[in-house]
Structures are given as C-alpha cells and as structure tokens.
C-alpha cells in the first residue's frame, strides 16, 4: 500500500477528510442529487439523474481502484453484510430514503444549499435513527444481524476469478444502460 | 443529453481514488451520524454513553468521516453560493405540489423519513454512498445486495407515498 505514512498521521486524516468532503458536497449539489425533486423524481422514476451519477461514479471509480489494486497501491474494505443486517437494514433504509427524500451525504449537501426541511427534519431524525440503532444494537446484533450472513468479500475473490473478467464487463453493462437511459430520453 | 451527472459522477469517481489512495478509506457518510448522536447522548449521560457496545464500535469523536460529511455541507454551500442557487427552503416543490406547502406537514414527514434513514443506514451497515458507490466500486457482495435492496425498497414507497399506481 501507498502513502502508509500519511494513513498514520490522524490531524492531517481529518483535514483530507474534510477536503475531500468539500469537493464531495460540491459535485452532488453541481449533479442536482442533493434535491428532495430529484431524488424522488429518481424513485418514481420520472428522473434519472441519481442513477447516471452514482454509475459514473462507480465505472470511473472501480477502474481506477482495480487498476491501483493491481499495483499494490491501494486495499479493498468489501463491508460484512447479512440478511439479517444489510437486506432488513436496506428495506428500512428505502422506506427512509422515499419519505425524507435526502440521504445521509446528500441531506448534509442539501443543508448546505438551503433546506431547511433537510436540516430540522432530515438531520435531526437521521441522528435519532442513529441514536436508536445505538440503543438497539446489542439485542439486534445477537437476535438478527448475523442471520444469514453473506461471504464479506468481493465477488472476483468470492469466485476466485481475475477481477477485470468481471469489472470490464460490467463497466461495458453499464455504459449501454446509460446509453439507452440517453436513446429514451430519460 | 446533458451530461452534468456523468461529470459529477466521474468526479466523485476520482475522489474515491484519492480517499483510497490517501487516507485508505471509502466515502461513506452515515457513521458520522453514529458519532455525533453518540456526542449528544455524551453531554446528558456522560461516561455511560461510552460504554454502550455500539459507541465501543464507532466513539463518538470527531474522525475521517465525520470531517467528510462537514465537509459536504460546506462544499454544497459554497457552490451553491457562487452559483447563485442557494435559497432557503421549508417545502420541496415536488413534495408541496402534491401534499400543500404545510411546513409543519414537510417537518413531520422529513423527521419520520429521517428516523428511518438513520435505523436504516446502520441496520444495513453502510448508505448511498458507503455500500452504494463506495461498496460498489469495490465489487463487494454485501454492496450489491445492499443497493438493490434500498433502490426497491425507495421505489415501492416512493410509488406508495405518491399514489402511482392507484
């Protein structure tokens, strides 16, 4: 891995955190997805507009990290996940997404732009949420989080196969759904 | 066509190199949330909150991404500004349109939706942006599965709350 010395120094971590958090916010607001019309617009699928970012983000983004991978540059943090966990925790997550019409990146954007339903509804609930999943977490993480848990790998290792078979493919996948998201107009 | 998504898309694209590269972490913002309710519940109970298993996982102290999430609202902000599109708003139009521009109706619903977001996003482990372009990107199982699932979830809901299909 690169740069190991710099992962090590916490002041400086936070300032590139927050560097990187600025040119974040900057990009979601440019893209529009910081809007609760656009997000929702996206799950009534009127808008495209949040599916074109996130896989642009994803094709530019999964090159250049299997690229820098395969240099022995960079490590992969593939998160652990569950029935239990990701599959209950995500149905809970879309039922938040569709009625608050922000996320957690994007609500801190849309704050930033000037929503206030963002900030007096969005941040304020998403830290209740947060604070109850607290409280919660010892009795779930025993009685439902590790049902059914997934291999909490990638899939190129989970089928022990060069990861290019899969990312070249996949990028092409998505540059010909984008393409036909274009050709309709949408 | 208007490319501005795929602009800003390949973007953050970019900055998840540079995340990796430089601090060997992926964008992901709800467990600054974790924190920060974590610091809210310290100023009432003090050192108990501390030693609640969860707060054990993810201390409620500034860190990485903490500082990534204050970094968003400041970045939004700032375009926003020299743009000349930040504007204060209680009720979305779309939201408005449909259900009457009831602030207190937007504040009720958003702080609802919000709960859930917040359940949501660490039940699941990770949000749009750790498990769904984060994740993603790195090709993990867990991801895949995850984003799916909040994508039908949203859909069914958003279809619901908005009388689509009856």
Redesign the interface.
């Known amino acids: 891995?690169?740069?190991e010395h710099?992962?090590e120094n916490n002041r400086l971590?936070?300032?590139?955190?927050?560097?990187?958090?600025?040119?974040?916010?900057?990009?979601?607001?440019?893209?529009?997805?910081?809007?609760?019309?656009v997000i929702?617009?996206q799950?009534?699928?009127t808008d495209f507009?949040v599916i074109?970012?996130?896989?642009?983000?994803?094709?530019?983004?999964?090159i250049?990290?299997y690229a820098?991978k395969s240099k022995g540059?960079?490590?992969?943090?593939?998160?652990?996940?569950?029935i239990g966990?990701?599959?209950?925790?995500?149905?809970?997550?879309?039922?938040?997404?569709?009625?608050?019409?922000?996320?957690?990146?994007?609500?801190?954007?849309?704050?930033?732009?000037?929503?206030?339903?963002?900030l007096?509804?969005?941040?304020?609930?998403?830290?209740?949420?947060?604070?109850?999943?607290?409280?919660a977490?010892?009795v779930?993480?025993e009685k439902v989080?590790s049902k059914g848990t997934?291999?909490?790998?990638?899939?190129?290792d989970?089928l022990k196969i060069n990861?290019w078979y899969?990312?070249i493919p996949?990028c092409i996948m998505i540059v010909v759904l984008?393409a036909g998201l274009?050709y309709f107009g949408l | 066509m208007d490319v501005t998504p795929y602009i800003a898309g390949a973007g953050i694209g970019i900055l998840s190199w540079i995340a990796f590269l430089l601090s060997n972490k992926p964008l992901g913002c709800s467990t600054a949330y974790t924190r920060t309710s974590g610091m809210i519940e310290h100023i009432f109970r003090g050192k108990k909150t501390d030693e609640k298993p969860y707060y054990q996982k993810f201390a409620p102290i500034v860190d990485w991404e903490w500082m990534l999430v204050a970094g968003v609202f400041l970045g939004a902000f700032a375009v926003s500004v020299i743009l000349g599109g930040f504007s204060l708003e209680w009720v979305p139009t779309l939201f408005g349109d449909t259900f009457g521009y009831d602030t207190g109706l937007r504040l009720v619903v958003a702080l609802g939706g919000g709960i859930l977001m917040g359940l949501g996003s660490r039940w699941a482990g990770g949000c749009t942006s750790g498990h769904g372009i984060s994740g993603t990107l790195q090709l993990a199982i867990s991801s895949w599965i995850a984003v799916i699932v909040f994508f039908v979830s949203g859909i069914v809901t958003a279809f619901l709350l908005y009388g689509v299909l009856w």
Do not use: R, W
Not at chain 1, 19 to 28: A, E, S, T, V
């Open positions: 891995m690169m740069f710099l992962h971590q936070l300032l590139i955190g927050f560097f990187i958090g600025i040119c974040f916010g900057g990009l979601l607001y440019i893209s529009g997805v910081t809007e609760y019309n929702l617009g799950l009534l699928l507009t074109k970012v996130m896989l642009a983000a994803v094709v530019v983004g999964m250049g990290i820098m540059m960079v490590e992969l943090h593939p998160k652990p996940g569950s966990s990701t599959v209950i925790g995500g149905i809970i997550f879309g039922m938040g997404f569709a009625i608050l019409g922000y996320c957690p990146g994007t609500v801190a954007g849309a704050v930033g732009h000037g929503s206030l339903d963002a007096f509804g969005g941040v304020t609930g998403i830290l209740i949420g947060a604070g109850i999943f607290a409280a977490y010892p779930l993480n989080l997934f291999p909490s790998m990638t899939i190129p989970y990861p899969i990312v996949l984008l274009e």
